[in-house]
């Protein structure tokens, strides 16, 4: 996604007043120029994430629910759906054509019928906070159920439904058209080798990692290291 923010080179990360300023303008020229990436994110408490970057081009819905926190990458052409709590932790990287929904409705609309429309609390209706851990990477084409608990370091293949669950450093991809991702990895185990030849990068590793995974990285594929088997489905 190097190219998206070369492409924006002039939203560099802003202090609160000029993101105040410029955020507005930036998404009313992007009508004409096409999508961008702005630099700079206040979330509803008025916390401000400097280099937190979101396109213009991403639909936000209940906007008081949703939490960004700094080093996040949102890209174009996202849903990101607040209106039940979604919390979006350091540096996770949403690519393009992501839902991240904390709301369903489409049970209660069918038992409903033209009932739904008038009815504040329709049977069937799901509400459920959705969080995704740090450092985490949704690829293109995803979609994250309602209620979802995503840990840190996981990564979503493209076109993967997620619902439930996932943990820590997994790699989860799309099996059956319409069913649940499954585990079918572990980040660590790509991390380790780069980790290996990069050691000034441990301690950064360690700091939103954790120093037992940082080990674990460092001598995971070496003669008699253990994997962790598999889970069903995430």
Same mark, same amino acid.
């Given at each position: ?10 939203? &560099?990360?802003? !202090? ?5 300023? /410029?955020?507005? %303008? $930036?998404?009313?020229?992007? *009508? #004409?120029? @096409? ?17 937190? &970057?979101?396109? !213009? ?5 209940? /906007?008081?629910? %949703? $939490?960004?926190?700094?080093? *996040? #990458?949102? @890209? ?159």
């Amino acid at each position: 996604f190097r190219g998206q923010s070369e492409a924006s080179a002039f939203l &560099r990360p802003m !202090t609160p007043l000029s993101h105040f300023l /410029k955020q507005p %303008l $930036v998404r009313v020229l992007s *009508v #004409f120029t @096409g999508p961008r990436t702005v630099y700079g994110w206040r979330n509803a408490d008025g916390s401000f994430q400097p280099h937190t &970057r979101v396109s !213009t081009h991403t639909c936000i819905e209940g /906007k008081d629910g %949703l $939490v960004l926190h700094d080093h *996040v #990458f949102v @890209g174009h052409f996202n849903r990101l759906d607040g209106s039940n709590g979604l919390l979006i932790e350091e540096g996770v990287q949403v690519t393009n054509y992501v839902s991240i929904l904390s709301h369903s409705s489409h049970r209660a609309v069918r038992v409903m019928g033209r009932r739904y429309i008038a009815d504040p609390k329709p049977p069937g209706y799901v509400r459920r906070a959705t969080r995704v851990g740090a450092y985490s990477f949704l690829g293109p084409h995803s979609v994250i159920a309602p209620g979802s608990q995503i840990g840190k370091g996981v990564i979503v293949q493209g076109h993967s439904f997620v619902s439930g669950a996932v943990p820590d450093f997994a790699i989860v991809g799309p099996q059956a058209h319409g069913r649940p991702a499954v585990v079918i990895g572990d980040t660590r185990e790509l991390d380790g080798p780069l980790l290996q030849r990069h050691p000034e990068l441990h301690a950064v590793y360690a700091q939103w990692a954790g120093k037992d995974h940082l080990r674990r990285a460092l001598h995971a594929g070496e003669p008699g290291q253990a994997k962790a088997p598999p889970k069903s489905s995430a």
